[in-house]
């Protein structure tokens, strides 16, 4: 019951963010983007008591992902560049912890990516083409840190994908479909970061924050069905 009513907690804190964007409510911003993935973890904690090791990894990813959300509060309030950089970093962190736990599931046995390679081309496409995209309207300083960070993005997109055949076809299924939301969410960041023209910015922030959270519960929908 507890479990329950943190998740439901969770989607209305999710549904008053939307709002908050879509009306430009700035304080309701701050009150609510914050505390979106504290209320998943702590949902995640009620749901499994932490109990295996995927579990303690995303729970840390979860952590670091409302470091994330804050810093980058401040970036779209007109901050300095540091704060994107600082956000760029906690949510780096998110996904190695994402990546840790999905990797090595079964010790001994490969996994879907280990087996079959030419699955994992795709995104690793996916993730060099939207660099070439954007290279050139990166600032020279933040360059190293772009490519750093969608480098370890691709791989925690990886390792998901190679738990299929190890893990139970919804949890993988449902994982699998929260990583790829996370993903989209991630490029269009970055579209609205260094193609600022392409998207309005109330249609960018809508489409993020949607993408973000559906794709961070799928994930700890997923991890919640861990055995």
């Known amino acids: 019951m507890r479990s329950n009513i943190l998740f439901g907690v969770f989607v209305l804190c999710g549904l008053i963010n939307l709002w908050a964007e879509a009306t ?47 810093l980058l509060m401040f970036v779209e309030q007109g901050g300095g560049e540091q704060f994107f950089l600082f956000g760029l970093g906690s949510f780096l962190i998110a996904h190695i912890f994402y990546s840790l736990g999905f990797w090595g599931r079964r010790e001994g046995v490969r ?5 079959q390679p030419v699955w994992g081309i795709p995104l690793i496409l996916y993730g060099a083409l939207l660099l070439i995209y954007l290279y050139s309207d990166i600032p020279d300083p933040m ?23 190890l893990v139970p076809q919804q949890m993988f299924g449902l994982i699998m479909a929260g990583v790829m939301l996370f993903v989209f969410s991630d ?22 924050m949607s993408l973000y959270i559906s794709g961070q519960a799928l994930i700890a929908k997923g991890v919640a069905l861990d055995k």
């Open 111 to 115: 996994g879907f990516v280990q087996e």
């Open 24 to 70: 430009s409510n700035v304080t309701l911003v701050f009150i609510s983007k914050p505390l979106l993935m504290i209320l998943l973890g702590l949902w995640l904690w009620s749901k499994t008591n932490l109990r295996t090791r995927l579990q303690k990894f995303t729970f840390g990813a979860l952590i670091f992902s409302c470091g994330g959300d804050t």
């Open 143 to 165: 360059k190293v840190p772009v490519i750093v960070y969608s480098s370890v993005i691709v791989l925690m997109a990886l390792t998901a994908l190679n738990l299929s055949g």
């Open 187 to 208: 490029t269009l960041i970055a579209l609205s970061k260094f193609k600022s023209g392409q998207l309005s910015p109330l249609v960018a922030r809508l489409l993020i």
